[in-house]
């Protein structure tokens, strides 16, 4: 029956029409958010009024360290702007994850960034999990 297909939101990385230097940008404004919350000097001349940081979007932050995962939070959904998901999914990875203790300043300088840009949520249609499972990996 129609009427009782199970619908599946799949989560897709996007890349939200970002020009090369875009993801420079967003790398420049997390770890400059992550400073300022230690108390590190880091500087960065990013323009945060730039119209496309003001749309809605939505990031997970990943911190690693010595190529081990340190630090990752994120949001599934768009529900702020994406320079505020950004700076708060930053300082929230570096201070917040459960899995860590709380990044320290004489850390900062050893710890890389990543940033994942999620597009906008899609509905699939399917008839069960593995069909959901086909489409998520086409």
Known sequence: MAHLLLHYLILLQGILNMQPNRGKELLSIGRKAIARTLNVVYRSDIDEHAPWLQELGACFVTLMQDDQLRGCIGSPEAQR?????????????????????????????????????????????????ADALVLSHS
Do not use: Y
């Open 81 to 129: 702007s994406l320079l505020m998901d950004v700076k708060s999914n930053a300082v929230s990875a570096a201070l917040h994850d459960p899995r860590f203790a709380p990044l320290r300043a004489a850390e900062f300088d050893d710890t890389d960034i990543e940033i994942s840009v999620l597009s906008p949520m899609l509905t699939m249609v399917v008839q069960d999990e």
